[in-house]
């Protein structure tokens, strides 16, 4: 898999392909900015573009406005968008503007890298990854107005779990019950939800995006 990496660190950044490279990605090119990421993508599109979220010359999203641009000309290359802090206005824009192939994670995430190498992965094949403790402070937040009002404490724990990027797979070993009974819960949301299947959406990414915004 083919990555271009944008990060101000010089540090960070060198690091970063140094250890992507030898667990087998093959990186196109690092920058320190928004814009050298923009053209460094137009002229080589790579299959995941792994960026800071700050960076020159304003530190506040330029990390998404290269991403924004990126999605405008190249739809098929996955955005990994990693940030010191978890922001939750950022993240909710990042889901409501790109429907997959989209992430958000801590950068301590990436010091497990068996864990980080499989998001990167999720991202390039159009999945979406959200970083768990992100998910885990929607979670206990209180909601006015609570449009998930309708979920069992455990369906609600479901999906949460589901917006950390959890597979059915993944549900079923970190709740340690059966694929069929994670089954069961997932489709429970989706009718609770009134998510009725349809060919151009995905259930899974829209129940995410309601409980991500009932902040």
Do not use: W
Not at 22 to 43: M, Q
Not at 151 to 170: C, I
């Amino acid at each position: 898999m083919r990555v271009t990496l944008a990060d101000d660190g010089v540090l960070f950044r060198e690091g970063m392909a140094r250890i992507l490279a030898e667990i087998g990605f093959t990186i196109v090119d690092h920058v320190r900015d928004g814009a050298s990421l923009v053209e460094c993508v137009r002229a080589d599109p790579p299959d995941v573009v792994i960026t800071d979220l700050r960076m020159p010359p304003g530190f506040a999203d330029e990390g998404i406005e290269a991403a924004s641009a990126i999605r405008s000309f190249a739809p098929e290359v996955g955005l990994m968008l990693l940030s010191q802090y978890v922001e939750v206005h950022h993240a909710l824009r990042l889901m409501n503007e790109f429907a997959g192939g989209v992430g958000y994670l801590l950068k301590d995430r990436v010091s497990d890298l068996g864990a980080f190498a499989t998001d990167v992965r999720r991202v390039g094949a159009g999945d979406v990854v959200i970083d768990t403790e992100l998910a885990a402070r929607l979670i206990g937040r209180p909601r006015r107005h609570d449009p998930l009002a309708r979920l069992s404490e455990r369906e609600r724990e479901v999906l949460g779990l589901m917006a950390s990027g959890l597979s059915n797979a993944a549900l079923s070993e970190e709740l340690h019950v059966s694929p069929k009974t994670v089954e069961g819960y997932v489709s429970s949301i989706f009718i609770k939800l009134d998510l009725t299947p349809g060919e151009r959406e995905n259930r899974r990414v829209i129940a995410v995006l309601r409980f991500l915004r009932e902040q």
